[in-house]
């Protein structure tokens, strides 16, 4: 077409009727535009917010998971040097069982799994 060769020789030579030809520029012309429109390009801003939720669901499990590690630290140095398989106080059983059952739902870890 820009070496101005007729569209019925440029049709012959691939194959191709001249009236489809005419059909395609036709809705080319029409609708080129849209061929160059972005689509399914994912909201940015709905992206974004995703990312900060995301963000602060791990913040909140971090900071959940450092005063699970600082409560245990403190059990530990206060009761559990005694948990030899021996019998132990009354009062270091509940204290553990409660900090398990505590920090199984809190962190929805299962108290079997939770105590390995």
Known sequence: MLEKESISKLCDEVGLQ?????????EF???G???F???GRPNHSAEQERIAYLEKKIQ???????ELMAERAALK???????TGARVPHD??????DFVRR?????????GRFIG
């Open 37 to 39: 429109e972005q689509k």
């Open 92 to 97: 270091t059983r509940d204290q553990i069982v």
């Open 29 to 31: 012309l029409e609708n």
């Open 77 to 83: 140095k206060r009761h559990w040097g005694t948990l």
């Open 60 to 66: 909140t499990k971090d900071e959940v998971l450092a």
């Open 33 to 35: 535009a849209a061929a």
């Open 103 to 111: 920090w199984s739902q809190k962190t929805e870890i299962g108290a």
């Open 18 to 26: 001249p009236t489809v030809f005419y059909r395609w520029q036709k």
